[in-house]
Each structure stands twice: as C-alpha cells, then as structure tokens.
C-alpha cells in the first residue's frame, strides 16, 4: 500500500497507526539496500553467526545504509572463537558462529565511520557477548 | 568449510530450531532495555532495519507496535515465515 495525504499529520499518525513490516528472506552479507535508507540498524546475536571474513564488509555496507545521525545497535562477540554445536537448545541441528573479540568489532565498527557512544558485556551464562551503540556522524 | 557451507549450516540450523529458540509469544526479556533505549533515541515512525530478525519477536514485533517502519532480513525460511505471521503487519 501506498498512501499520499497533503498533511505531514495524517502522514505521521497513518505511519503509526498501520505499521508496515516487510521481511526479506536473505542472506545479510550480501543483501543491499539505497545508501541512507534508514534511520537505525538493529543487528542482535546475527553478526555471529556469519562467516568472520564477511563480517567487516557488512559492517561497512550497514554504515552506508544509516542516515546521518543514524544509530546501529549490534550485540557481537566478546571473546574471539569460532565452532559448531550438535545440540544447541536440545534441538535436531548444529548451529555455527565464528566471531572475533570485541576490540576487533569496535576496530570495524570506526573504520566504518561510526562512532562508538557506548560498549559493555552482556554476561550469558559463563561467558557473554559485547554491546556497542554507534552512530553515523551527522552529514 | 567454505563460506556457503558455514552460512547454510546457519540457514538449516534456524529453519530446525526456530521453536527452540523462541516462542511465539515470548517477551522482551533481556532486550526491554535496549529496545527502550532505541525508541528514545529515534524520531517517530522511521525505517528501521533488523539484521537477523528471527522470527521478528521481540525486536520487530516491538518496533513495529511503536510505529516504526521495520524491514527484517534473516537467512533462515522458517524463521522469516513466522516473523511475517507474528508481526501481524508484516508482508
């Protein structure tokens, strides 16, 4: 659906009150999207599980992505170490992850361009991941 | 293992486990702070883009009930047919 309305308000509340959500079935270390399409990038326990030599090319694609003054969210590694598990949750299939330790994340985070306005460990566990809060500078 | 191996092992992996990952009606839990802090930091109703949205709970679902625009991208089919179904917006 496409809507036009003339008043910037109707705009806003049609935007709020009929939220789109659109879900691409993708791989995200290939996907694209229009530079400056969005306003913040959520990417949480998904950096991971991505093979470690095309995460720091989606780190810099994703910074493209943001708008001026944009905001990306990420949970990545803490510690570096890549494996598979057989029975991760009790389940039927082995998972994968591959990542690097936090200072390489923030290293890729700022030659990126973003600029990192919050780091802490998320404890899980005897072990834990690391958040970062980074943002595109404004234009 | 090849890049494509590692990333279909991911891609089989989240179409089998989907439901022990998570439930349909799970919470927020330990992201209730940091999608909090993400509404307060951004302007009503803007595109946002999850990386890796599973199956769209919590952080779309919750985006999408604030208004924001979500677009979620996940390599995993069974993962994104349920985010389409339980963000009730989604397409």
């Not at chain 1, 998904?46 to 995460?55: F, N, R, S, Y």
């Not at chain 1, 057989?86 to 330790?101: E, F, H, K, V, Y």
């Amino acid at each position: 659906v496409t809507g036009v309305d003339i008043s910037d308000v109707q705009v806003e509340r049609a935007r709020r009150l009929v939220p789109a959500g659109t879900f691409i079935r993708a791989d995200a270390t290939v996907v694209e999207f229009p530079p400056r399409s969005f306003d913040a990038i959520v990417c949480i326990y998904a950096l991971i599980h991505m093979p470690l030599a095309a995460q720091p090319g989606l780190v810099q694609r994703a910074a493209g992505w943001l708008r001026p003054s944009g905001w990306l969210l990420a949970i990545t590694g803490h510690s570096a170490w890549t494996g598979t598990e057989d029975n991760w949750l009790g389940g039927p299939a082995p998972m994968r992850w591959s990542q690097a330790d936090a200072g390489t994340y923030r290293a890729w985070l700022e030659q990126a361009g973003l600029q990192v306005t919050a780091q802490e460990f998320v404890p899980e566990g005897p072990n834990g991941h690391e958040l970062f809060w980074a943002r595109r500078p404004p234009s | 293992m090849t890049a494509g191996d590692e990333s279909d092992l991911v891609r089989r992996g989240y179409d089998a486990l989907s439901y022990h990952y998570r439930g349909d009606d799970a919470g927020e839990d330990g992201y209730a702070p940091w999608l909090a802090e993400l509404r307060a930091r951004l302007p009503a109703g803007g595109p946002v883009l999850d990386l890796g949205c599973g199956n769209g709970v919590p952080v779309a679902r919750s985006l999408a009930a604030a208004g924001y625009q979500v677009t979620g991208v996940d390599i995993s089919d069974v993962q994104v047919e349920r985010a389409r179904r339980l963000v009730p917006a989604g397409r």
